[in-house]
Each structure stands twice: as C-alpha cells, then as structure tokens.
C-alpha cells in the first residue's frame, strides 16, 4: 500500500513542479522580478536564481513523475520547499504584500497578507509528500524499480 501512496505523492508533487515551471519558463525576466520581489537574496544572485528555478523545478518535477532517482529528487524538492516556507513567512513577518510567484507572477499584491496562510499551509503539505518520498523512495511505476531493481544472487551471495 505504501508504494501505491508513495506514487500517488510523486505524481502530484512532480506535476506541482512541472506546472510552476513551465508557467514560468516563457518569461524570464518575471521569475526574477518575482525573486527579487522577496528582497532576501544579493541583488547580485537574484538574476541567476530567478532564471534557473524554474530549470531545477522541471527536472525535479519529471524525475517525480517518471520515478528516477526518486529520493534525490525529494530531496531537493524538500528543500526548495522549506526555502518557500521561509521566503513567504518572512515577507509575511516583514509586511511585504507580494504574490508569491509560485505559479508565475511575482510582485506587488495588495491582497497578498490574506493568502499567504494558504500558500504556507500548501508547501507545509507539499513538503511532508515530499519528505514521505525521501523516507520511502520505492514506489510503483518507477524507473527507479526498473533500472534499480535488486536481484538475488545464487547461493544468496
């Protein structure tokens, strides 16, 4: 059962990713306004961080979906996702009123304090699917159960 619970969480986390990704691919320079938006980064980082997110949320989010190297990619899935926790709370503790620019976007948002409970409350949700699938890896219909697969040896050497 858990290897059924297990790919239910990789396709959903992994579509996450692949969908944040590829709304944010045709429009550079917004994922680095949305970045910088957080005023937490080096001015100087913020243009490399911005442009190569979402990269690193599409090849997570495919390595999800497809089941390779499937705790590697929780892994980092996870801690993308504890640095989302942390740059939406801290702008939220600041009094910064910006759209998170999970989804594309980014910048100013007047309305931004009321839904930053939820935009916590969904990555705190992401990140235990997440972490579940850096505890237990092994899922069904992976690549990894294909190109991984234990084999006996004979004499059970």
Not at 46 to 74: K, N, S, Y
Not at 97 to 107: K, Q, R, S, Y
Not at 118 to 140: K, M, N, Q
């Amino acid at each position: 059962m858990k290897e059924w619970i297990g790919l239910l969480l990789r396709l959903v986390v992994g579509g996450v990713w692949i969908f944040a990704a590829a709304i944010k691919l045709p429009d550079p320079a917004q994922s680095v306004a949305a970045v910088r938006a957080y005023q937490l980064l080096p001015s100087s980082i913020v243009p490399t961080v911005g442009q190569l997110l979402p990269v690193v949320e599409i090849v997570v989010g495919v390595m999800l979906v497809i089941g390779l190297l499937t705790r590697g990619a929780a892994v980092i899935s996870a801690v993308l996702f504890v640095a989302f926790i942390i740059g939406i709370a801290s702008v939220w503790s600041r009094g910064i009123n910006i759209d998170c620019g999970c989804f594309g976007g980014g910048g100013a948002d007047p309305d931004a304090a009321s839904k930053y409970p939820w935009e916590i409350a969904r990555d705190v949700g992401l990140l235990a699917a997440s972490l579940f699938l850096v505890w237990l890896p092994s899922t069904r219909l992976s690549l990894d159960s294909v190109l991984f697969r234990r084999t006996a040896t004979p004499g059970g050497i």
